[in-house]
């Protein structure tokens, strides 16, 4: 069972400011195969990046994901108001990481 | 365009089954791949399983002994039934469909919470 780290557990961040987040997984996963989501307080979660670093429609380009083999990051290159909330990662549609909040500094 | 929609009882007592359904509404039913993940309150997302069109289902090991699910293609709709359940599965319930080869989930329901309790 592929087990997924995410880190920081909390961002603390400014508008405007750049964010980086990392998904860490126990083995490879092909680069197909991994996903970011972001969620919102008492709403669904919305995909973000499929593929490792394909931005889903409608997706913004300040959002974009890299990595390979056991490493991967979501960057979102100037956070907007609006993308302050937990952001997830998950592999081959299964488990997901512990999540990262991005929160006003 | 792809909605999706949880119905089930909110209320379940302990040892008894968690029965829920997931409706879809889709023009691509059989091109996609449906799961169900669960959120307890305050926590994060944990994967229950997922099926495909033809029926083939895979679950989360942790799980493995007590869920089932499985899905309609008549009705457009898939099903989750988790057995003896306990108040560590009170949870907010989402079905959510996407891409098989990616097995990305585009689409989500609004999730629905059920409360384990006597």
């Known amino acids: 069972e592929v087990v997924l780290a995410q880190s920081p557990a909390t961002l603390s961040l400014s508008p405007g400011e750049r964010a980086t987040l990392s998904c860490r997984a126990s083995?490879?996963?092909?680069?197909?195969?991994l996903a970011w989501y972001q969620q919102k307080f008492g709403q669904a979660p919305r995909l973000l990046i499929y593929g490792t670093s394909i931005r889903a429609t409608g997706i913004p380009e300040r959002f974009s994901g890299s990595g390979s083999g056991t490493d991967f990051t979501l960057t979102i290159s100037r956070l907007e108001p609006e993308d302050f909330a937990l952001y997830y990662c998950?592999?081959?549609?299964?488990?997901f990481g512990q999540g990262t909040k991005v929160e006003t500094k | 365009q792809v909605q999706l929609q949880v119905s089930g009882p909110g209320l379940v007592k302990p040892s008894e089954t968690l029965s829920l359904t997931c409706n879809v509404s889709s023009d691509s039913f059989s091109n996609y791949f449906w799961s169900w993940i669960r959120q307890p309150p305050g926590r994060g997302l944990e994967w229950i399983g997922y099926v495909f069109y033809s029926g083939s289902a895979n679950y989360n090991p942790s799980l493995k002994t007590r869920v089932g699910i499985s899905i309609d293609t008549s009705t457009q709709q898939f099903f989750l039934k988790l057995k003896s359940v306990t108040a560590a599965d009170t949870a907010v319930y989402f079905c959510?469909?996407?891409?098989?080869?990616?097995?990305?989930?585009?689409?989500w329901g609004q999730g629905a919470l059920v409360t384990v309790s006597s």
């Open positions: 083995q490879t996963i092909d680069n197909n195969y």
């Open positions: 998950q592999q081959y549609g299964m488990s």
């Open positions: 959510a469909g996407g891409n098989s080869w990616y097995t990305s989930l585009n689409y």
